[in-house]
């Protein structure tokens, strides 16, 4: 018989085999080698003129990783290198420079990092060749806003997006609009020099033109896609002004659109995905399924409302408790993306604290069950934690305390909560970002 404190356990073991599939840099390592006359990744290549250099601009949460892994690969080829992840997010380089930036929303060492890169690329001769290593976060680690558009202003929009349940594909949408460098922005600075890119997806589904807002392929978005999910969430009247007045201008034609599909600035451009959701979620099936669980991925694409995808996992667990299906114990059910949060309270949490949270008050009362929901880059909304777990006993053992769940999560308010119970879900940053994991873990006495 499981005991719940072993089902613990072995959920957090399948949730890091999860994380330690996602490694930045032996994702880097898979695809990227040199030739003698090139450089490669899996059966893409870009010419390499004898002498030439590849400058390396590596930006997100993985950041770190990935640069090494380039860095170790390029050796004496490599020319200038600048890295830009999140603060905390440290990692040992040698040639290429590590730089510190705000995220989720931008700030002042973002805009000072941007202006470093830009400097890089234009110092490049038009024979070098760009290597950038993108991963999720690159969106606010980057940020370069519009010409009469400020920091402040930008970061306020930001603020709106991310408050109102927007998915991440509505949030870069406008993002994309409101930049220099997103939406193929950095692939236009670069041209007529040739760039491979390589990409960790953080997105649902890997769009390469919505992973860390596109800069480097085309945008398919227009002004009038960004001034609509504007109108969708209600947001027009709240945006700043000189926001506002920039998509209002984009959508009369004042102002120069976005690139896009066949333009010129992608001419010899090449972009790879090296690492993905799907990829995470075999390696936990995998380990699940050593840990003596049937394992079964039901799905990599996971978005919505964060409580009511919640409330559908806990009546899965239900059914899987009553009946045994879709599989009889002992059995692990998976699930990756990225839901959202539509913030009504004031309290402190993330989404994967909030999906926790909301599970919990369906499955009360179960038992040799446990859910986990986790942020495979270790850090869920503005907190320490990736996420949190619970089982049968959580809403009980939160009452003995004196803890009201419902009052908790309409506060938006999950860190408290875990915090109190001991059942917050803490890695420390992972130096990667492939979205979240959910996983249903039962015992082998449920029937």
Known sequence: MHTLNLLKTHAREIFAAGIAAADPFQAV?????????????GAAALPLIAGAKVHLVAVGKAAGPMAAAAESILGECLGEGLAVSKYDHLWPLGKVQLLQAGHPLPDANGVAATQAVRDLLTRAAADDLILCLLSGGASALLPAPAA????AEKLATTELLLGCGASIQEI????????????GGLARLVA?????????SDVVGDPLDVIASGPTVADPTSFADAMAVVGRYKLLQRLPLAVRQRLEQGCAGQIPETPKPGESCFDGQLVQLVGSNSQSLAAAAAE???LGYTPLVLTSSLTGETRQ????HAAIARELVASGQPLPPPVCLLSGGETTVTLRGSGRGGRNQEFALAAALGIGGLNDL??????????DGPTNAAGAIVDGTTLLRARQLGLDSGRHLEQNDAYPFFAALGDLLI????????MDLQLILAGKSAP
């Not at 870069?172 to 939406?183: D, E, M, P, Q």
């Not at 007529?192 to 960790?200: A, C, G």
Request: hydrophobic residues 40%; proline residues 3%; charged residues 20%.
């Open 29 to 41: 390592s898979r695809v990227l080698r040199l030739e003698k006359d090139a450089l490669c990744a």
């Open 148 to 151: 009469g558009i400020t920091l």
């Open 172 to 183: 870069n949408c406008v993002r994309k609009h409101l930049s220099t460098i997103k939406g």
């Open 192 to 200: 007529p020099r040739k760039m491979l890119t390589l990409v960790l």
């Open 288 to 290: 699940a399924k050593r």
């Open 309 to 312: 995808v919640a409330a559908v």
């Open 370 to 379: 446990v859910i986990l929901s986790g942020g495979t880059d270790g850090t």
């Open 427 to 434: 890695t420390g940053p992972t130096n990667t970002n492939v």
